[in-house]
């Protein structure tokens, strides 16, 4: 079955970077449209960005957009997400999935920022 296990959330201050991983198995990973997932405290999970599967094509949500960069190494089968001038409002527990979603999600990984 399709295993998704999201890494390297953490604490950062405003204005800081993460970058985010996410290694999938269990599925051909290298025809899946890929995107990257949060869910904020009390708030529906929302889409943040997604990659196409041969990872030309990449699109945002408009609050992240110039500020988030998406990618991903088929031969390693993980998606990433770099996320940079870190804000509040980007605090969230952050997953990955495929699209359409792949029916069991991972743990995620919390994002927490604050000074």
């Known amino acids: 079955q399709v295993q998704l296990v999201e890494s390297g959330g953490g604490l950062v201050q405003p204005g800081g970077s993460l970058r985010l991983s996410c290694a999938a198995s269990?599925?051909?990973?290298?025809?899946?449209?890929m995107a990257w997932y949060r869910q904020a405290p009390g708030k529906q999970r929302e889409l943040v960005a997604t990659?196409?599967?041969?990872?030309?094509?990449?699109s945002y949500i408009t609050s992240v957009k110039d500020r988030f960069t998406i990618s991903r190494d088929n031969a390693k089968s993980t998606v990433y997400l770099q996320m940079n001038s870190l804000r509040p409002e980007d605090t969230a527990v952050y997953y990955c999935?495929?699209?359409?979603?792949?029916?069991?999600w991972g743990q995620g990984t919390q994002v927490t920022v604050s000074s």
């Open positions: 269990g599925v051909d990973f290298s025809i899946q449209v």
């Open positions: 990659i196409a599967s041969g990872g030309t094509t990449t």
């Open positions: 999935n495929a699209r359409p979603n792949f029916a069991s």
